[in-house]
């Protein structure tokens, strides 16, 4: 499971609560989740920061 999906659910969030922290809508979300797109540098910072994890566990790619 994405660890984004990870995060939302232990927080209880649904992906419509977590996009309106974000600035962003529930079929972004669900798409970020299934790993059919990612967050640029704004959102992954956002998604980070709402979901309380570092960018890298956001965007694993960028660490490298």
């Known amino acids: 499971m ?3 999906a990870t995060a939302r ?3 209880n969030l649904t992906q419509v609560e977590l996009a309106e922290r ?3 809508v529930a079929q972004y979300i669900s798409q970020i989740e299934r790993d059919i797109r ?3 540098m704004n959102l ?3 998604l980070a920061k709402a979901l309380n994890l570092g960018l ?3 965007r694993p790619d960028w660490a490298e």
Request: charged letters at 30%; zero cysteines.
């Open 22 to 24: 974000v600035g962003t």
């Open 9 to 11: 659910r232990a927080k």
């Open 2 to 4: 994405n660890i984004i």
């Open 56 to 58: 890298y566990d956001i």
């Open 38 to 40: 990612q967050p640029g």
């Open 44 to 46: 992954a910072r956002k």
